[in-house]
């Protein structure tokens, strides 16, 4: 069941992340910041990866969980940070912490 509930939470961050790059991209300002954006961009490559590895029961989806738990929270503090008037990133700060609670459990 905790594989299940990671993929999920997986899949849903790396959704919000890739929508979120877009919606930066369309912004101006804060929102529009490359580092920002570079750390969506990661959180979203790496959400992905540990999905694939779960599905395929990888022995190695462990240690890409603990990588994924990293990123994700440190995806969802930039995005509470740049996000206080931005619903988008609101929600994906909010993806991103479902993501990295469920693979701190595979840990």
Known sequence: ?????CIDACDGAHRHCTEAVIHC????????????????????D???????????SSRQHHVIAKVTAEIATRCAEACEQHGIK??????????????AEACEKLI
Not at 26 to 39: C, F, I, P, T, Y
């Open 46 to 56: 790496i959400t992905e990866t540990a999905s694939d590895f779960m599905l395929r």
């Open 1 to 5: 069941m905790a594989f299940k509930a």
């Open 86 to 99: 931005d619903l988008r990133l609101v929600q994906t700060a909010k993806a991103c912490r479902r993501a």
């Open 25 to 44: 991209m369309q912004q101006e300002g804060v929102s529009a910041e490359w580092e920002l954006m570079q750390l969506l961009l990661d959180t979203a």
